[in-house]
């Protein structure tokens, strides 16, 4: 069950609706339906003469190795645990939200053919508990709802000098506009207002696009050359990150455990540096991204090694070696700075890193923009724990899937062009409670019935899988890898026609098949659901999916040109 705003009152909004905003007093069972009962919907536009019919797919395995994190790189870039809820990763082995495209690049894969593009979705659990509405109910009555941003100054290359007083003041703005935007948002405490979150953001996004883009613009008039990646910074999100407290319960029996995937954390450098002289900007560039490098590293051995040795292992074979390194750089970024300006002091101490289950958070919600933390920001969400990697609310064993294809597909009426390297797209929303659920897709099916799709759990006859069928756009608009809200860059072909609007070019649309074989008595009695953020209360819903591609222009090139022959390839 999950709980929004009607009439200024709290009102039961049960997700047998899909989350779409009809109540009734169904019970969580409701959640679930029989998929022979899920009318046919799915719809495939005709393919006319100039259609590209080919498939080409990828094998990236099931995640395997274990690499789980409540990063999302692609909707909140640079948040720890943003979004509150584990994912399953497979492609890229370094994937952090920290990542960068040369992070991304040089990272390891599980793909076969060597796409180190990372693709991520939310996992399933199986949970015997009952689970409780009121317990959300509760919960979300003594919650203020807030903000999250993605930080600005622990994300920007080396500023020039001559421009440090121009980004300093519009950083000061984006703090006041996070400020402001909060103060808006309270006025939703203890309900979930739609509207209002919608209104609250729109609001922050163009203000964000505005400073960001200044920002941007100063660094580049000061000689400091345009800055990239700085779109992606824009979107903020809905944050009912209070919920967790009055819901740890439900984990207060997990056992002591390591974190999903321990992640690297270091002290940020960027926002510690001063006003670069312009004759050394190329060179403190270069080390800062060689301290990304390094990071990123060390989270990918991380996973590689992952049981091997413990904390002693930990500590000695990466955490180590890493110290020295981040040491080298940090003394070098010092003297390049020094031979133009004052010689900047404490810089070593930030050579010192842990990994996440040896300290707590340091991204408490009300600090994303780099600043201190706001004093009524609620407590920073833990890391996952225990064997089962449990985060509040988000309880039991994970459920592996059985299979997953990875599939890029061709286009109903013309060729596909190759989609651009570091591509970001998604699918599905998060929050179709707390958003909206204008961006919402139906996913979940059966094996062997491959036309319907539903906005429930399905409960499949025997021997068929419990399967979650994700689209992602397949249009492109020619230029962008991101855009402010990390979808406007891409956009869905007609449902119709399958043509592309205009301005838009079809590229090779990526569909993900995940396939799971859950027992049929667990399905009946509605006991697996869906990870997700604490408002929505496991909605069925907001299932999503998420893609970085990382693919070389040469695989991508193939891929196209596969499609384009109406080929099917691997």
Same mark, same amino acid.
């Given at each position: 069950?999950? /709980? ?62 274990? @690499? ?26 370094? !994937? ?33 508990? *009952? ?35 121009? /980004? ?33 953001? #729109? ?63 270091? =002290?940020? *450098? ?54 020295? @390194? ?46 201190? #933390?706001?004093?009524?920001? =609620?407590?920073?969400?833990?890391? =996952? ?45 998060? @929050? ?26 399905? !409960? ?44 838009? #070019? ?5 569909? !993900? ?8 008595? /667990? ?35 193939? !891929? ?11």
């Amino acid at each position: 069950m999950a /709980v929004v705003a009607a009439s200024g009152i709290l009102t039961a909004t049960f997700v047998s609706s899909g989350g779409k905003g009809t109540a009734d007093a169904s019970t969580e069972i409701n959640q679930f339906v029989a998929i022979q009962n899920v009318r046919p919907n799915v719809q495939n536009p005709a393919s006319g003469p100039g259609a590209s019919k080919g498939s080409f797919t990828v094998d990236c395995g099931t995640n395997g190795n274990g @690499k789980f994190s409540p990063d999302n790189p692609v909707a909140q870039p640079g948040i720890k645990n943003g979004a509150e809820h584990v994912h399953d990763f497979v492609g890229n082995l370094a !994937i952090t939200a920290n990542s960068s495209n040369a992070d991304l690049d040089a990272s390891g894969t599980t793909c076969k053919n060597g796409d180190k593009s990372s693709y991520f979705w939310p996992v399933v659990r199986i949970d015997k508990t *009952v689970r409780s509405g009121a317990d959300t109910q509760r919960a979300l009555a003594a919650t203020t709802p807030m903000v999250t941003c993605p930080s600005v100054r622990n994300r920007l290359p080396a500023v020039p000098a001559q421009a440090k007083r121009a /980004v300093d003041n519009r950083l000061a703005e984006l703090d006041r506009g996070y400020a402001a935007a909060n103060e808006r948002m309270a006025t939703g405490k203890g309900r979930i207002d739609a509207r209002l979150n919608s209104s609250v953001l #729109a609001d922050l996004r163009d203000q964000r696009t505005t400073l960001i883009r200044g920002i941007s613009d100063s660094i580049a008039a000061a000689g400091g050359g345009r800055t990239s990646g700085m779109i992606s910074l824009v979107e903020c999100d809905t944050n009912y990150d209070g919920m967790h407290a009055a819901m740890r319960h439900t984990a207060a029996s997990v056992k002591a455990g390591l974190a999903a995937n321990q992640q690297v954390q270091c =002290p940020t *450098v960027r926002d510690k540096l001063p006003g670069i002289p312009t004759a050394a900007l190329d060179e403190v560039n270069r080390n800062l991204t060689e301290l990304d490098r390094q990071i990123s590293e060390a989270n990918e051995r991380l996973v590689t090694t992952r049981g091997q040795g413990g904390k002693n292992f930990v500590d000695n074979a990466i955490l180590g070696p890493l110290k020295a @390194k981040r040491t080298a750089v940090l003394d070098r970024i010092s003297i390049a700075i020094s031979r133009r300006a004052a010689r900047p002091q404490g810089l070593e101490k930030l050579a010192g890193c842990t990994v996440t289950d040896q300290a707590p958070s340091q991204n408490g919600p009300g600090n994303q923009n780099g600043g201190a #933390a706001a004093p009524s920001a =609620p407590a920073a969400l833990p890391d =996952p724990q225990g064997p089962n990697l449990e985060l509040p609310n988000n309880t039991g064993g994970i459920v592996r899937p059985a299979s997953v294809r990875i599939e890029y597909r061709g286009n109903a009426t013309s060729k596909v062009v190759p989609m651009p390297k570091f591509l970001r797209a998604l699918t599905g929303d998060a @929050k179709p409670i707390s958003r909206g659920p204008a961006n919402a897709r139906a996913t979940w099916a059966c094996s062997g019935f491959t036309d319907r799709l539903s906005d429930k759990y399905p !409960i499949c006859p025997p021997g068929q899988q419990v399967q979650r069928v994700q689209d992602f756009p397949g249009c492109w608009d020619g230029k962008n890898i991101d855009s402010t809200n990390h979808r406007d860059h891409v956009a869905f072909a007609d449902t119709k026609t399958g043509a592309c609007k205009q301005g838009f #070019a079809a590229i090779p649309q990526l569909r !993900i098949t995940l396939s799971y074989d859950i027992p049929r008595d /667990v399905q009946t009695k509605g006991q697996y659901a869906l990870d997700s953020f604490p408002e929505e209360d496991h909605n069925p819903f907001s299932d999503h999916n998420d893609f970085i591609n990382v693919n070389s222009a040469q695989t991508m090139q193939r !891929i196209a040109t596969c499609i384009n022959k109406g080929k099917t390839c691997r």
